[in-house]
């Protein structure tokens, strides 16, 4: 007599969890992997691109995410001749997919820091704007933790930032966050931004130290692009001084805004943070703007879930550590 098949054991990386199959049949752990294939395609929005990012086969990728629909009984894609999107289901359990894996990435990190200290990447989200002064606080969580390596996105509009870190795809970002974006994050503060005008020496009477935002308004100006967190903040600032800006030219790159007033036919308006770390040359000068002193917050943002991510909460820990107000206000070098 045959002896009977032995239940399925348990593999490594199974979620505790276990469904049923349209037969009714008990089907064997969800894995993690099938919840990243689901994440994969729901990201990439193709099979083919979802499967090599994964680095499997498309049937393979295509096999584990029916199996993870029958576990769960639902269906979770729409499937026509292609990708035609994720079901309402699907939309809903892809948030918790993507943090069931974020948890799992945290608990093996957990793991790892406890070993040999802090290991793996941190994923670091920022505007174009943020990344001139991103240098200082990367500097000190790498030192802090040498085994960690850190990859910088820093061409993300505020929206993708806060997209991003609330579906785990970042662990941290530094941007402006406006009081109402604190939603499922911990928001904690850096540094403050002063605006100066930068300006072709041509543009400027020699005795200008200060000018006011108003006169600003009257020269021809290069700015960021209004999708920019940083734009929208210097458009608030013109409009609380009575005017409205329409630059001649708008660019979302930091090294092109310099590049543009360089030439001397335009003017711009910058945090100053960014003279340390680009210094202006030639004819063109920095004139700090008043009337009104504006100011902007900094800050950097990690998902509040908790425990969470070691490496997010240890870049915390080391860029609130450098005091980069009292940095920051120093007199620049001459």
Request: glycine content about 6%.
């Amino acid at each position: 007599m045959k002896a009977s098949p032995e239940p399925e054991k348990s593999r490594p990386g199974a979620v505790a969890i276990r469904g049923q199959g349209s037969t009714g049949r008990e089907e064997s752990p969800m894995l993690f992997r099938q919840l990243e294939y689901f994440v994969a395609v729901a990201r990439e929005r193709h099979f083919a691109r979802a499967a090599e990012s994964c680095y499997v086969s498309q049937p393979a990728l295509s096999a584990a995410i029916a199996k993870l629909e029958r576990e769960l009984n639902v269906t979770l894609i729409n499937r026509g001749h292609n990708y035609e999107g994720l079901t309402p289901e699907g939309e809903r359990l892809v948030v918790w997919a993507k943090r069931i894996l974020a948890e799992q990435d945290a608990f093996k990190a957990e793991v790892a820091a406890v070993q040999s200290g802090i290991t793996g990447t941190l994923r670091l989200g920022t505007e174009p704007t943020a990344s001139t002064t991103l240098s200082l606080p990367v500097a000190a969580f790498c030192g802090a933790h040498p085994l960690a390596k850190v990859q910088v996105r820093s061409r993300l509009s505020a929206k993708t930032l806060l997209r991003q870190l609330r579906e785990f795809e970042l662990d941290a970002a530094i941007s402006h966050f406006a009081p109402e974006d604190g939603e499922s994050l911990q928001v904690v503060p850096l540094y403050q931004e002063r605006y100066v005008l930068l300006a072709s020496g041509d543009q400027l009477m020699p005795q200008t130290h200060t000018m006011t935002w108003a006169e600003a308004a009257q020269l021809p100006l290069a700015l960021l692009t209004p999708d920019m967190r940083i734009r929208q903040l210097i458009d608030s600032v013109f409009a609380e001084s009575g005017v409205v800006v329409t630059p001649q030219v708008e660019t979302d790159s930091v090294a092109s805004l310099y590049a543009h007033v360089g030439v001397g036919e335009w003017a711009s308006i910058v945090p100053h943070t960014w003279l340390r770390a680009m210094p202006v040359i030639g004819r063109t000068r920095a004139v700090r703007l008043v009337a009104p002193d504006a100011r902007a917050q900094v800050s950097v943002a990690i998902h509040a879930a908790t425990p969470g991510s070691i490496a997010a909460r240890a870049f915390v820990n080391a860029a609130t550590g450098l005091s980069l107000d009292a940095f920051f206000d120093q007199p620049l070098p001459t």
